[in-house]
């Protein structure tokens, strides 16, 4: 396990942003060690912990939860995604202080707690395991290793009697190992004492002694809350967050660092609540305007779901006059499957915009604003071989957009979602009868085109999620993780962008035919 002191980089956070301890891996005999170092270097600062780890040493475990409750830190189970430099990079912070946090974002989706890790959990102040996140117990496993030992003893006959002067070891040598799945009373004592002594109930303990160390049992959100395994059912974003920072009192983990000397945390304008700085017409787009949106085929990789995984359509790019012809080409090579549609977008052309959200309802296709991250290349990319199945991805919000005519785009939507770390922005477009009479024809509220036309076509003006639900232009509170998520394949009934591949081997595994 690795830790690493992370700073929230999602847009429009700063000069205000959320910082945590990113603790990734397994739970070896010199984690704790590894974490009193550094909490040492923050001089105090409570930061809250965000863990991914498959587990690893008990004792290590205990130790961490006892740091954690003495030092008053919160734990949440999640995963940090690093922006630019990362802890796993040699040379990336030559030219900074190595006190200096990385910038990431914190997401659930996919991280794990398991085995030893939810005894390390157990040590938090606050509890949070988010809703795409996974804790999971088992019996613990000891391993003995039993040593053959050669002694050399030094003595002299006294009286006629041998009396010992000294013993000494002269050699060890391995004599194996054995394992055994069996708690012992004094290791079940010691786990019994500390749950008591962190407040979490015994019936974790139950649980680990009935689940074979051969598999994982993952508790439901409810039963941890029973269990006072969490203290609510929060997410992640209930530490790490980019708006935390803003509310009062201010957390704990909120640090300040203005970017310029005169800066004052009073001048950065909030854009969820009014207009954002107006730019001129003519100021240069992401790069990724510049590319025209592609629809592409993608499959989740999370471990979690195999053989059983989701699929989504990505789309990615400015809206063009082209844009419903693309999507309607590859809506015909999925024969008539449902798949929900990912999409990530600068806003664009606006009639094209309207064609591409009416293809979407008239398909009933759900839509998610998100980004997706390809796993195994990047189809843009130069060298990125073009293949007949789905390309390998995950779906993140964080830092996702949709703006302008992508609003429009996303109307069209069956269900329609944009989760906390997505941006959703509008301006007034033209062609107000249209836009106004396809909002209609949608069922969006009045609401959402009043917001456009508040906003000139030069500045944007983003919504927050309550507008946003307000408005009736999200149909829930979920993020695109109930589309795409590692879990969505089990549930009933199962989504219509589940597939169920066939091992690699199943050729082999078949019966032989005459």
């Known amino acids: 396990m690795r830790f690493a002191v992370v700073r929230n980089s999602a847009p429009g956070c700063e000069p205000n942003c959320p910082e945590w301890i990113s603790a990734e891996g397994t739970i070896e005999a010199g984690t704790p060690a590894l974490l009193r170092r550094l909490l040492k270097t923050l001089g105090g600062r409570q930061l809250p912990i965000v863990v991914n780890s498959p587990g690893g040493n008990v004792d290590a475990a205990l130790l961490l939860g006892r740091m954690i409750r003495k030092n008053k830190l919160d734990i949440a189970v999640g995963t940090t995604e690093f922006s630019g430099c990362s802890p796993q990079m040699k040379n990336c912070r030559d030219n900074e202080s190595k006190n200096t946090p990385y910038p990431g974002i914190a997401y659930d989706s996919g991280a794990m707690c398991n085995s030893a890790c939810p005894l390390m959990f157990a040590g938090g102040v606050r509890r949070v395991v988010g809703e795409w996140a996974f804790l999971g117990v088992h019996q613990i496993t000891t391993t003995y290793h039993r040593e053959k030992l050669l002694y050399r003893t030094t003595y002299k006959v006294v009286n006629g009697k041998k009396k010992v002067l000294s013993t000494r070891i002269v050699s060890r040598r391995n004599a194996g190992s054995y394992k055994t799945y069996e708690m012992s009373k004094a290791v079940e004592k010691r786990l019994s004492g500390y749950l008591k002594e962190m407040g979490v109930d015994q019936d974790v303990l139950d649980v680990m002694k009935a689940t074979p160390a051969s598999d994982i049992r993952q508790i439901g959100p409810d039963d941890m809350l029973g269990m006072n395994l969490v203290t ?88 063009v006059a082209a844009t419903p012809d693309r999507l309607r080409e590859l809506l015909d090579t999925v024969g008539g499957r449902r798949l929900p549609i990912v999409v990530n977008s600068p806003g664009g052309d606006i009639q094209g915009a309207l064609a591409a ?158």
């Open 232 to 319: 609510s059912l929060d997410s992640l974003d209930l530490m790490t967050g980019k708006t935390i920072c803003r509310h009062g009192p201010v957390p704990a983990n909120c640090r300040e660092i203005p970017t310029n000397g005169n800066a004052r945390p009073a001048e950065v304008a909030s854009v969820e609540v009014k207009p954002a700085s107006a730019q001129p017409t003519g100021a240069a787009l992401p790069s990724r305007s510049e590319q025209e949106m592609r629809f592409v085929l993608v499959r989740g990789t999370n471990p979690l779901c195999n053989p059983d995984c989701p699929e989504w359509i990505a789309a990615e790019g400015t809206i």
């Open 357 to 514: 959200g009416r293809l979407i309802r008239e398909r009933r296709l759900d839509v998610a604003v998100a980004r997706t991250d390809f796993l195994d290349c990047d189809p843009g990319a130069a060298g990125c071989i073009v293949k007949d199945g789905p390309h390998d991805g995950l779906t993140v919000d964080a830092g996702a957009e949709c703006d302008a005519a992508c609003a429009v785009m996303v109307a069209g939507g069956a269900r329609r979602l944009v989760g906390a770390d997505a941006h959703f922005r509008v301006h007034s477009m033209g062609m107000e009868e249209k836009v106004r009479a396809y909002l209609d024809e949608m069922t969006i509220g009045p609401g959402l085109f009043a917001a456009m036309q508040s906003a000139q076509y030069a500045s944007h003006r983003e919504l927050s999620r309550d507008e946003l639900q307000k408005f009736g232009l999200t149909t829930g509170p979920q993020s695109v993780d109930a589309l795409t998520g590692a879990t969505v394949c089990k549930s009933s009934p199962k989504p219509d962008n589940c597939r169920l591949l066939p091992s690699a081997n199943a050729e082999a595994e078949a019966p032989a035919k005459l």
